[in-house]
């Protein structure tokens, strides 16, 4: 079908449905029609609970009793800034009833949202509007208290239209944390692991509320970003689990303490009974971590408090370095290594005691943690020192006092000394550092730069004009003489162009030559060398061989020369033939001053030639 | 006459009056030194500030002064004039010792983005400075006139030296190429060192947006966006964040 052919389709198919939807009389018609027998009996709204907690939801259902009427806006909800909707769902219900012979369809609708307060207090809820063509029906106000915490700490609940078993739920999906025995001594770790369970199909999942806990140090050890899913028995039934977060921490006071739950906020799909509902709906509800509560006792007194670490667990100490030894004001890399339960961020720097005088620093302190039965924190201490006598050294760590949970009681510990050979000569005063290539200076920075007669300012070579400078001049240069050199050479290929080119220093060079055989007295050899050089010019400027310039061809060559006058022509051929005539008369009676004037008019002629050459371009005078 | 010396006359002038300036700067330099060396660090702090206040771009001058921030506590303006030092003297083993100590003790530990087998080349490219690039790109152009002026002159050698024609032709190329692309680039996205105690990075140019992360002094950025006064900067391990720019010092 062509374009065309589409195009009366299309408007014979909605022409007449255009014209019946703009003509005015069938529309007012079915209006009216539909105004007569349609209406809505009742609006209301209704909360399933006044007070909720802040961490809890609550259902708000908004009922609308209807007559003959087959599609329902939705309602309006009021500004709801205390609140966030989390779901929505729409359930129908309809009932069909005659009386005398007359058939009326009433129809309940329930829209029902889920809300999750967003902070503390009274709120008045409403009213909700609903608008049902020019008419508006509101619903009275609902009033509902949200206070702190969670007012239903058994499970998640389930909107009304889900037909959840919130206890099947919670046995379904829950947060299990275990505190362990729950006694612990003040400074003991307490691991704790946030894990996941679930029995069903999580569509998404966020953290509501990170547990804050008060009264601990707190070492995260993990957080999860994804789900990171196994397979787990609990309780004789198998999970899906995932672990969400571990912490250890750290009592720092004797007490009894309650940390905070762990909220999630979860959206599961849940099936219900209904046949139609084959592929469940979602269902989002908070989800919280179960109740810990953690008795800490207080440590027995110590008779040495300022001996005592803090350390509350085990505590383990060794020493070691990757070299046994060293010269003298080199540098050696002594390790501290520090293993324990307890809290290990309470020691720093515990120093070491050198048998021999030496200079040390602490480098660096790397931490590490080590997952185990117990959670093991491990501080590694680097220590750069410079032996400054030669002999056994000595480098020995301090003692440390923990509190031992499983015996009760506080015990010293410590470590074997280490023992390293030191070489070379004693350094005596304070000298410089001398450090290996690669090693980090130990004592610090390098000394200062030495003092300077003048102090020289380097800017940066962009910023100079030399840079430019130097570019733009070589380039010239190297410009310039490239482009000579291919004209050279260009000349140079081409042999009668180079003799018409030379032609004019070739003539005065031979012309030089007869002055200087004047200045000898030998005015016949000079007379030849000026007939040589006019002969040898018109040959040059010609392409001619000289010898081939003679008295019969003189004419004929004298107008093959580029830039040649009528009076220069005449000049020419007077010069060649003063020449002849005086070559071929007696020498003898040639004087000086005839050869010198003749020279005179050779030079005078060929420089007015070139200059007319010059400017004609170097071509012939027409 | 006259005129025949009068341009002399003005670049002995010149040259004389650059010589005294530099004899002064000296002094005040050596006068810094002075006060470093008894440990008084601020006062050798204003002297060898005011002689880069005075544009002196030198070496010795900015290893002095980063050793003088480093005693007060500077850290970032110590790494900050330590990268200036390497920045004219990227072989100089102090200015490298010394900066790689005091990057021991920065709080952030950045790891770069590309870890294995990219070491040796980060390593090549913190000594190719532009100064390098420059030096290498000027000994190669050279290398090309000269190579240039003796193909012209010698026809009868040009196939011998063709091949170091087309060598030093192309290094000398990639190198100006290499001389073009950094300068540009290095003005576009300036290299910076954080040189406030602690920044908050914002993930937008906004100060009550959301903090990203949180930066110390001494740590190296890339300068990628400017707007107004905030700048959106990178860090070695790749991540981005916003922060106002008088946070940091720039070495280009």
């Given at each position: 079908m062509t374009g065309t052919g589409k195009r009366i389709l299309v408007a014979l198919l909605f022409i007449p449905w255009a014209l019946l939807f703009f003509t005015p009389a069938p529309r007012a018609l079915a209006a009216r029609a539909l105004a007569a027998s349609e209406r809505i009996i009742n609006v209301s709204a209704s909360v399933d609970s006044g007070e909720i907690g802040i961490l809890d939801t609550v259902t708000l259902s908004v009922s609308v009793e209807t007559e003959n009427i087959s599609?329902?806006?939705?309602?309006?909800?009021?500004?709801?800034?205390?609140?966030?909707?989390?779901?929505?769902?729409?359930?129908?219900?309809?009932?069909?009833?005659?009386?005398?012979?007359?058939?009326?369809?009433?129809?309940?609708?329930?829209?029902?949202?889920?809300?999750?307060?967003?902070?503390?207090?009274?709120?008045?809820?409403?009213?909700?509007?609903?608008?049902?063509?020019?008419?508006?029906?509101?619903?009275?106000?609902?009033?509902?208290?949200?206070?702190?915490?969670?007012?239903?700490?058994?499970?998640?609940?389930?909107p009304a239209d889900l037909q959840v078993d919130p206890e099947k739920l919670a046995q379904d999906i829950f947060i299990r944390v275990d505190p362990g025995s729950g006694k612990i001594f003040e400074g003991e770790q307490l691991p704790l692991s946030y894990k996941l369970y679930s029995r069903l199909d999580i569509d998404s999942i966020s953290l509501k509320q990170n547990p804050s806990f008060q009264g601990f140090y707190i070492e995260d050890l993990f957080n999860a970003t994804k789900l990171d899913y196994q397979k787990e028995e609990y309780e004789g039934r198998v999970y899906t689990t995932s672990r969400i977060k571990e912490v250890v921490l750290f009592p720092l006071k004797p007490g009894r303490y309650t940390p905070e739950p762990?909220?999630?906020?979860?959206?599961?799909?849940?099936?219900?009974?209904?046949?139609?509902?084959?592929?469940?709906?979602?269902?989002?509800?908070?989800?919280?971590?179960?109740?810990?509560?953690?008795?800490?006792?207080p440590l027995p007194p110590t008779p040495d408090l300022s001996s005592f670490s803090g350390i509350v667990g085990d505590l383990e100490v060794d020493i070691t370095s990757p070299s046994r030894t060293v010269e003298t004001g080199e540098t050696v890399t002594v390790y501290l290594t520090l293993k324990s339960t307890g809290n290990i961020n309470l020691i720093n720097d515990p120093g070491l005691q050198l048998s021999h005088e030496g200079r040390i620093y602490l480098s660096d302190t790397i931490q590490e943690k080590t997952n185990g039965d117990k959670v093991w924190f491990v501080k590694k201490f680097e220590y750069t020192l410079i032996p400054r006598k030669s002999g056994k050294l000595t480098v020995a760590?301090?003692?440390?006092?923990?509190?031992?949970?499983?015996?009760?009681?506080?015990?010293?510990?410590?470590?074997?000394?280490?023992?390293?050979?030191?070489?070379?000569?004693?350094?005596?005063?304070?000298?410089?550092?001398?450090?290996?290539?690669?090693?980090?200076?130990?004592?610090g920075i390098s000394f200062i730069k030495r003092d300077v007669k003048i102090l020289h300012g380097r800017p940066s070579p962009l910023s100079t004009p030399f840079y430019y400078l130097y570019h733009l001049v070589i380039s010239v240069l190297l410009a310039s003489f490239v482009v000579y050199r291919i004209r050279r050479e260009k000349l140079e290929k081409n042999e009668g162009l180079l003799k018409m080119k030379r032609a004019r220093r070739q003539a005065l060079t031979l012309l030089t030559v007869a002055e200087e055989q004047l200045l000898k007295k030998r005015p016949g050899d000079a007379l030849g060398t000026v007939h040589r050089a006019v002969v040898n010019y018109i040959g040059d400027k010609t392409g001619t061989r000289p010898q081939d310039v003679t008295a019969k061809t003189i004419d004929a060559s004298i107008?093959?020369?580029?830039?040649?006058?009528?009076?220069?022509?005449a000049e020419l051929r007077s010069l060649f033939d003063a020449c002849m005539l005086y070559r071929f008369s007696n020498a003898g009676s040639t004087n000086d001053a005839a050869v010198r004037e003749l020279i005179q008019r050779s030079v005078d002629l060929i420089g007015s030639l070139e200059r007319t050459s010059r400017q004609n371009g170097g071509k012939p005078d027409k | 006459m006259m005129k025949r010396f009068i341009f002399p006359a003005l670049l002995m002038l010149l040259a004389a009056s650059q010589a005294a300036g530099s004899s002064d700067s000296a002094q005040l330099y050596n006068r810094a030194n002075d006060h470093y060396t008894k440990k008084e660090y601020h006062q050798a702090l204003d002297l060898y500030t005011e002689l880069i206040d005075r544009g002196i771009e030198n070496p010795l001058l900015y290893y002095n002064t980063a050793n003088g921030y480093y005693r007060i506590g500077r850290v970032g303006y110590a790494v900050l004039y330590y990268e200036k030092a390497l920045r004219i003297r990227p072989f100089d083993r102090e200015i490298r010792k010394n900066l790689r100590f005091v990057r021991s003790g920065l709080t952030d530990r950045i790891q770069p983005l590309y870890e294995n087998g990219f070491t040796l080349l980060r390593t090549f490219f913190s000594y190719m400075k532009l100064r390098i690039l420059i030096f290498l790109e000027i000994v190669f152009f050279t290398i090309f006139a000269g190579f240039l002026c003796l193909f012209s002159l010698f026809p009868v050698q040009r196939a011998r030296l063709r091949r170091g024609l087309t060598v030093s032709g192309i290094l000398?190329?990639?190198?100006?190429?290499?001389?073009?692309?950094?300068?540009?680039?290095?003005?576009?996205?300036?290299?910076?060192?954080?040189?406030?105690?602690?920044?908050?990075?914002?993930?937008?140019?906004?100060?009550?947006?959301?903090?990203?992360?949180?930066?110390?002094?001494?740590?190296?950025?890339?300068?990628?966006?400017?707007?107004?006064?905030?700048?959106?900067?990178?860090?070695?391990?790749?991540?981005?964040?916003?922060?106002?720019?008088?946070?940091?010092?720039?070495?280009?």
């Open positions: 599609r329902l806006p939705k309602p309006r909800l009021p500004d709801m800034k205390a609140f966030t909707v989390l779901n929505e769902s729409t359930q129908s219900q309809t009932s069909i009833s005659i009386v005398n012979g007359k058939t009326s369809r009433t129809k309940t609708v329930v829209f029902t949202y889920v809300l999750q307060p967003t902070s503390e207090g009274s709120f008045l809820l409403g009213p909700v509007v609903f608008e049902h063509g020019s008419n508006r029906y509101s619903t009275d106000p609902v009033s509902i208290t949200v206070k702190s915490g969670s007012r239903r700490r058994t499970g998640p609940s389930a762990l909220v999630l906020q979860a959206r599961v799909i849940v099936t219900s009974d209904d046949v139609f509902d084959i592929f469940g709906r979602p269902y989002t509800f908070n989800l919280s971590s179960n109740d810990v509560e953690v008795e800490v006792a760590s301090p003692d440390f006092t923990f509190f031992d949970t499983k015996t009760g009681q506080y015990v010293l510990t410590g470590t074997d000394p280490l023992f390293l050979t030191v070489m070379g000569e004693d350094i005596g005063g304070e000298k410089p550092i001398r450090s290996r290539k690669d090693a980090v200076s130990a004592g107008d093959g020369v580029p830039g040649i006058t009528a009076p220069a022509k | 000398f190329f990639v190198l100006l190429c290499g001389v073009i692309g950094s300068a540009v680039y290095s003005r576009i996205h300036p290299s910076g060192i954080i040189t406030a105690e602690e920044v908050d990075v914002k993930s937008s140019p906004i100060q009550e947006s959301e903090t990203v992360l949180t930066l110390h002094e001494g740590t190296r950025i890339r300068v990628v966006e400017k707007r107004g006064d905030w700048i959106l900067f990178s860090i070695a391990d790749g991540r981005e964040g916003w922060m106002v720019n008088t946070n940091a010092a720039f070495i280009d």
